[in-house]
C-alpha cells in the first residue's frame, strides 16, 4: 500500500468509532497468535477442546451435506434442534421452555451473548460482571451501549460472586446481571446457596439476568455430583433470564459455531429481531450435527468430561507443588495458579513463560481487574502434554526465585 493511502486509512481511522477504537484486543488471542509462529509450544491458552467432534456429529452433517441440505434454516433454527435443546434442558434442569418461540439457534454463544445485550440494553444502563470473567463480556455489553460495573470475586471465597457484593454494586441505573459459571477463566462454580440468595437481590430489584451457561456439561468432584444449577431453575428467574449455552465445549464442536439461547417469549421477541437482522439462521450443517450430539453423543460427552477431570487433577497438584498455590477448579476446563510469589505481573509471567519455556498461557490481567497475579492454564490438551509443561513451569518458576 502507498504512503498516501496508508496514511489516509490511518487519519480515517481515527474517526471510528469510539465504541470499538477504546475497546483493546484480545489478550487471549494475542498469546496465542504469537504461539503460533514457535516451536514445540504447548498451548495451555486457548479454551478449546484437543479432542475430533464425535463421530455421529460429523457423520450427521456429511449426510446432510450429500442430501443437498445447504439452504437457510427458519431464523429461529431447525425445528427439530429447538426441540432437542428444549427437552435437554427440561430432563437436565426441569426447565421447560416452548421450542417454538422461547430458543433461538444462533451462531455460537458468541452471538448469543451480543444479540441479548442489544435486546436487554439501552445506551448508559449499568450491566453488573463478576470478574474475573470471559474477555468478551465488558466489551460486548459496551458495544451495546451499557455501562461496566465490574464485581470483583476472591481466591478465599473460591472465586464465587455472593449477593452483599451485587447488592452493594446496585444503583438506580443497574438494568442487568451478567453471570458465567462454570466460571472461565477460574474454574469456579456457584453453589445453590449462593445462587438462591444472588436471586433474592435480583428479583427484588427487577434486574435482568445474562447467564451463560456454556460449561454447564464439564463439572468435577462435589460439583459433579451436587449438579450443575442452572439459572432460570431458581424461583423467580426464568422470567427475567436469558440462558445461554451451546456446544462448542461439552460436545467439542468449537469450529461448527453452534450455539443458543432460552428465554421467555416476550424477551425472546426482541433476540429475535437481533439475530435477524445480524446473521439470518446458524450454518445448516452446524444444526444438523448438533441435533445428532444431542441425540447420540451422550456418552462421548461423559467421556470427554471424564478425561478433562484427570487432566484437572494432574495439573492442580503439579502447580501447587511448584509453588503456585491453585485455587482447585469445579468447572470448565481451567485453572488459575496465583503467580505473585515471582514477584512479576502476569502479563511478564505469561510472556517470559512462552519465550523461555514454550508454554503458552494467558495473563490473569486479560479477564478483569482481579485477575492481576494469576495465569490462566487450560487444561483441554492431552495429559502428556499438560504434564510436560507442569514440569516447564515448575523449572520457570524456580528460575525466577533464584534470580531474586
Known sequence: MEATTLDTAERLAGRLS???RSVPPSGIRRFFEI????????????????FVSPAPIIEAAQAGLEAGKTSYTANLGLMELREAIAGELDRLYDLQYAPQNEIIVTVGASEALTIALLAMLDPDDEVLIPEPCFVCYGPLAQFAGG???WVPTRAENDFQVTADDIRSRITDKTKLLFLGYP??????VLRRDTLEEIAEVVVEHDLFVLSDEIYDRLVYGEAFERGHVSVPSLPGMQERTVLVGGFSKGYAMTGWRIGYAAAPKPIMDQLYKAHQYVVMSAPTMAQIGALAGIREAQGAVEEMRQAYDARRRTIVDGLNAAGLPTFEPEGAFYCFPDIT????????VAQRLLQEEHVA??????FGPSGEGYLRCSYATALPQIEEAVRRI?????KVRNEG
Not at 36 to 46: E, K, N, R
Not at 341 to 348: I, M
Open 394 to 398: 515448575t523449572r520457570f518458576a524456580d
Open 147 to 149: 455501562k461496566v460495573v
Open 18 to 20: 469510539e465504541r470499538i
Open 361 to 366: 498461557c494467558v495473563p490473569g490481567s486479560a
Open 341 to 348: 510469589s515471582l514477584g512479576l505481573s502476569s502479563e511478564e
Open 35 to 50: 504461539a503460533a509462529t514457535m516451536d514445540d509450544v504447548i498451548s495451555l491458552g486457548i479454551g478449546e477442546p484437543d
Open 183 to 188: 466460571n472461565n477463566p477460574t474454574g469456579a
